[in-house]
């Protein structure tokens, strides 16, 4: 009775399909997972018995942050690799620091990290083009231009810090506004990235902004979703979810095709007609069209290609840097704050901000913004001790054969990722003192004892040896022991964006608004291998008198 009852129920589609496309789904993670797993490396939250990979795999999500620490503690500060089981069935070999150099000094034709993002991005269907991420031209627009073209862009950024923080945070200089910091840091941070991406008046247009934001989202759903289906189905599957995905692209493209198109053609009117009165914008729209132009790159020269190359440049943009200044108001608004000054962080920020900015005459540049080397100190050390991304400098194996670490003796097979702990390192005793505290001025102390200690001895050669001795601790200047923009060549070529951005924001943010301290920090939460915080957590604000702003 009970099995005919069992065959009944299984003999519905809507039982015998999904039970079907789990079990195809399982065992083409496994069967595709083990021919890129190298043997002969221990694991880590690995036991013994049947199916002890998947098992392995499954439980990962809640213990991501276990297992590092085991791993960490075991393997990386002996110097050995292993390997670390991932929730999408797909494991990762995980290299201690002294391997670091091995993997940075490896061509990308062996270990790749287009290849990679095209893989876990599901490049061939989250961005609406498989040509988009397989051969990624807006990220060698991105290092080609951004660093030397940002320093003219530094009083436009101003503007937008200004204008969008005075629209969300409000003039009213009686009441106390509650503003929750995740969804208002989306807006803003949306705003000023596309202020350097497309320039006025697109950069304030909720329309395409939300379309952005939305297209973001869509990508981490279809992303999610595409692991779970066997690779047969998914070229169907893959459609499917990214229906969204089109949808959000036309939404945005409506309103940038437009402007790339005037954009195109006046660049084009400028060339044949020197006395053409037309001033070129400093965006990434132009920077893109210039390059694609120099290096004849016709197809990046379509306006409807060029509108989707925004697509990965907001993506890539956006949620990393609204988590990074999220953690960092959370940070130095906490009680839990070390307390180095006896004014809180954001006093010692505010007066920096004020004596740099009037100093300079009401203004930034370049010069005036490296010397807030108490905000830089806070922003970096945040992104240190609150890291989001747990793992880094992930590579996927492309040479055919793999690769071989001989001092190691293993070698990882074609498709196997490899990366660093991210966490770990930044949370290491050894190399942090008081690792786990957020101590926002730990790298502005260190940088005026580097100063003080060599420059003030002989000047001259010294005093420039120490100046670059300096900004090695400095927010954009990636290391070994600094890695939330990575590391090496293919270190994150935003981060001087950011660095400037998230600067004039905390410098804006304090000069014209009194900011609570909080009475306690919103906890950030474990998700997989991802370290999110509290994105419905408030802060309340308040705008300064006008007398105040300036004391
Ligand atoms: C706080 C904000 C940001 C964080 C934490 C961040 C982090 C990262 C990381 C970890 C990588 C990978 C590096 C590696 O694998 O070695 C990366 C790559 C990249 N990022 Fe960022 N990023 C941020 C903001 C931005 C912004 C604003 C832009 C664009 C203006 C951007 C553009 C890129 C590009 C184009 C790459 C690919 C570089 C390559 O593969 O050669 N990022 N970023």
């Not at 009213?172 to 969804?183: I, R, S």
């Not at 002989?458 to 927010?475: A, N, R």
Request: with cysteine; hydrophobic share 40%.
């Amino acid at each position: 009775m009970v099995l005919d009852a069992i065959i009944e129920r299984l003999s519905s589609p809507f039982i015998w399909i999904p039970l079907l496309f789990a079990c195809v789904s399982i065992l083409n993670s496994r069967i595709t997972a083990r021919k890129t797993t190298p043997k002969g490396l221990p694991w880590i939250g690995k036991s013994s018995g049947l199916f002890a990979e998947t098992r392995a795999h499954i439980s990962s999500f809640n213990n991501v942050r276990q297992w590092l620490g085991e791993g960490y503690k075991k393997y990386s500060q002996n110097g050995k690799t292993y390997i670390f089981p991932d929730f999408s069935g797909k494991p990762e070999v995980i290299l201690p620091a002294s391997e670091m150099r091995w993997l940075l000094d490896q061509p990308d034709s062996v270990l790749s990290v287009s290849e990679l993002h095209d893989d876990i991005l599901a490049g061939p269907y989250a961005f609406t083009d498989a040509h988009i991420l397989k051969d990624p031209f807006h990220e060698h627009v991105i290092h080609k231009s951004l660093a030397r073209r940002i320093s003219p862009l530094i009083m436009d950024v101003w503007d937008e810090v200004g204008c969008a923080l005075d629209d969300t945070w409000g003039t009213d200089t009686e009441n106390w506004k509650e503003v929750c910091v995740f969804e208002n840091m989306m807006n803003v941070i949306a705003r000023i990235s596309n202020r350097v991406f497309v320039g006025l008046p697109l950069c304030r247009n909720e329309t395409y902004l939300k379309s952005m934001g939305a297209f973001a989202q869509d990508v981490m759903t279809t992303t999610i979703l595409i692991r779970f289906v066997p690779k047969l189905l998914t070229p169907l599957f893959g459609r499917l979810f990214a229906i969204q995905n089109h949808l959000h692209h036309r939404q945005g493209a409506a309103l940038s095709l437009p402007i790339i198109k005037e954009r195109l053609a006046n660049i084009r009117r400028k060339a044949s007609d020197p006395g053409f009165l037309w001033e070129e914008p400093n965006d990434y729209l132009t920077w893109h069209i210039r390059l694609a132009q120099k290096e004849n790159k016709l197809e990046e020269l379509e306006p409807e290609r060029i509108s989707r190359r925004l697509l990965p440049i907001n993506f890539a943009a956006i949620h990393t840097t609204v988590f990074t200044i999220t953690n960092c108001l959370f940070d130095l608004l906490s009680p839990q704050a070390v307390k180095s000054t006896a004014e809180t962080p954001m006093d010692v920020i505010r007066m920096e901000a004020q004596s740099n900015y009037f100093l300079a005459g009401g203004t930034w540049s370049k010069e005036s913004l490296a010397h807030l080397t108490h905000s830089d100190s806070a922003v970096r050390e945040s992104m240190r001790v609150s890291n989001f991304l747990t793992r880094g400098l992930l590579r996927k194996v492309v040479a055919k054969d793999g690769v071989e670490n001989k001092k190691g003796g293993w070698r990882l097979p074609y498709g196997a990722y490899v990366g660093v702990d991210v966490h770990s390192i930044q949370h290491d005793d050894e190399i942090y003192e008081n690792a786990a505290a957020f101590d926002a001025f730990r790298f502005a102390r260190a940088r005026e004892e580097e100063y003080s200690s060599d420059g003030s001895s002989t000047g001259g050669q010294t005093e420039k040896k120490s100046s670059l001795e300096s900004k090695k601790l400095s927010l954009s200047t990636t290391s070994g022991t600094f890695l939330p923009f990575g590391h090496g060549r293919h270190a994150c070529p935003g981060r001087f964006l950011v660095s400037h951005e998230l600067k004039m924001l905390l410098t804006y943010a304090t000069m014209h608004y009194e900011i609570e301290q909080l009475d306690t920090r919103p906890p950030n939460t474990w998700f997989g291998q991802h370290v999110i915080p509290d994105m419905k957590a408030t802060i309340r604000v308040r705008r300064r008198k006008a007398e105040d702003i300036r004391l």
